[in-house]
T-cell receptor
Framework: GAVVSQHPSRVICKSGTSVKIECRSL??????MFWYRQFPKQSLMLMAT?????????EQGVEKDKFLINHASLTLSTLTVTSAHPEDSSFYIC????????????FGNGTRLTVT | AQSVSQHNHHVILSEAASLELGCNYS??????LFWYVQYPGQHLQLLLK??????LVKGIKGFEAEFIKSKFSFNLRKPSVQWSDTAEYFC?????????FGAGTRLAVHP
């Protein structure tokens, strides 16, 4: 079963509004979570690394004021797309790694954001 | 520059056909290689991974991949595909946390 839960799975919003996406680790504590973005027919691109209790680390070219990340607890990271525009429409996926043992990254189901 | 290239964007096969999906990478440092699969409507799942040791890696559901260092390749194979293998397959390279993904290959298996 899923060990990383992402919500909502789909969201449609109007231009200029903000949208929050949640990512939860279900049975482990994740000090670090990762946010990816996937454009149609393209690969997943890492946007930022979410660090519990400290500021997120953004990849080059990602606007930190537009994509606000909050990692307030060991099981929850949120990505807020502020003042959304149609070009922000995309598929957003979060991931986290269970620090126990030698496990790989677990991915959420993703969130399809459509900005009208 | 670090990158992953998957040569086939769409592959259509009949059941029982053999599968090989190409993956080439460009990456500095220690190479960790992964294949992920995304079934329709589901999340990404790990098929197999290579960190070190035997370059022929066995994964779940009969998949395997071979790391060929000289060719910078990590191709995914399955001798006989099933309809249930219809999915999108992603090759990825990187460190344990930060992964660089290929564009993905959409596989459709017809009964």
């Amino acid at each position: 079963g899923a060990v990383v839960s992402q919500h909502p799975s789909r969201v449609i919003c109007k231009s200029g509004t903000s949208v929050k996406i949640e990512c939860r680790s279900l049975d482990f504590q994740a000090t670090t979570m990762f946010w990816y973005r996937q454009f149609p027919k393209q690969s997943l691109m890492l946007m930022a690394t979410s660090n519990e209790g400290s500021k997120a680390t953004y990849e080059q070219g990602v606007e930190k004021d537009k994509f606000l990340i909050n990692h307030a607890s060991l099981t929850l990271s949120t990505l807020t797309v502020t003042s959304a525009h149609p070009e922000d429409s995309s598929f957003y996926i979060c991931s986290a790694r269970d620090p126990r043992g030698n496990s790989p990254l677990h991915f959420g189901n993703g969130t399809r954001l459509t900005v009208t | 520059a670090q990158s992953v290239s998957q040569h086939n964007h769409h592959v259509i096969l009949s059941e029982a056909a053999s599968l090989e999906l190409g993956c080439n990478y460009s990456y500095g440092g220690t190479v960790n290689l992964f294949w992920y699969v995304q079934y329709p409507g589901q999340h990404l799942q790990l098929l197999l991974k290579y960190f070190s040791g035997d370059p022929l890696v066995k994964g779940i559901k009969g998949f395997e991949a071979e790391f060929i260092k000289s060719k910078f390749s990590f191709n995914l194979r399955k001798p006989s595909v099933q309809w249930s293998d219809t999915a999108e397959y992603f090759c990825a390279v990187g460190g344990y946390n930060k992964l660089i993904f290929g564009a993905g290959t959409r596989l459709a298996v017809h009964p």
